[in-house]
């Protein structure tokens, strides 16, 4: 494939495709500004049936046919690929191998979007993840003649597989692995030099010994009690992830030192003051308020790294620090 550059969001076969026909012209806008370009010369193979796929796609312009191999080997031609469709959305979907292998016929260009984006539109865009989800439907039921891949159905996969590639099952937080996307995300596609970048890393205090006197169950609720309060300190286009066990992390674009501290501040006084019940002992019905408390590191790109892992890397030495001055403070990168 070639470099990948942005496709203007009036090009015809876009607006055509059936993937977006019930969409505003803000839905359609938001949801093209995820999409990437690409071209594929003549007879070259997009996947193979079998491949593990993570991005879908629309056909520009150009032509594909699509192959499935038979149980003597011989391959089966199943259709033709024109201008407007779109394919590979069911690899992200239900998380199932490709169906089929795909060859370009001529020389042809297709728009790209990559699973990540396409459960991120779905999570923060649940209306716009609908008609998505009703159009592939649509086309899926057509093509299957009435088959099991109905719409309910594809809601079903499309709700697990989302869940299950960017969330934290326990909190309902972004995963370290969309934290980690949409790090790289802002600074590989920042073409006028990067703007303010602030992590945020953090973790609660002694967990450790609330789990070995509480119980698991115990330190479940407090982790739950902490993520709910970094939700509700969360501004638009923050994104906060659960990293592992009590440890968390907070992305906050455009955002400087001052402000970053105030925020975290906010987050560390407001875990401080909550006082989480849960039952003392693994086996009592009396239930004891904890004080939980947290330590936050925060770094600053691009002063204090100019690329995700430096990033990361800071956020938790200043987190570090912080456990080091005496915990249930916030240290910023020196």
Known sequence: ????????????????????????????NAVTAFLERTHIKKNAVLFSEGDRGGDMFILLSGSFRAFMSQSDGTRRWMFNISPGDFLGEMSIIADEPRSATLVAREDSD????????????????????????????????????????????????????????????????????????????RFDHSSVGLRKLALMMMDLDHIHEINNRFGTGAGDKVILSAAEIIRSNLRPGDIAARLSGDEFAVLLPDTDKREARALAEDIRQGISENRVKVPNGK???ELVALRIRTSIGIAIAPTHAK????????????????????????????
């Open 283 to 285: 086996k009592s019905n």
């Open 307 to 334: 690329n995700r892992e430096g990033l990361m890397i800071v956020a938790d030495d200043a987190l570090r620090k912080a456990k080091e001055m005496g915990r249930d403070r916030v240290e910023l990168a020196g």
């Open 1 to 28: 494939m070639s470099e990948a550059v942005r496709i203007p969001i009036n090009d015809p076969a876009l607006l055509k495709s059936p993937l977006f026909a019930d969409l505003s012209q803000l839905e359609y």
């Open 110 to 185: 297709l728009m790209v979007l990559q699973g990540i984006d396409f459960y991120r539109i779905v999570f923060e865009h649940p209306m716009i993840g609908v008609k998505l989800l009703k159009a592939i439907s649509s086309v899926q039921n057509m093509w299957l003649d009435q088959s099991s891949k109905h719409l309910n159905d594809l809601m079903r996969w499309g709700e697990n597989a989302r869940r299950r590639a960017i969330t934290d099952e326990l909190t309902g937080l972004y995963n370290r692995r969309f934290l980690e996307e949409s790090i790289k995300d």
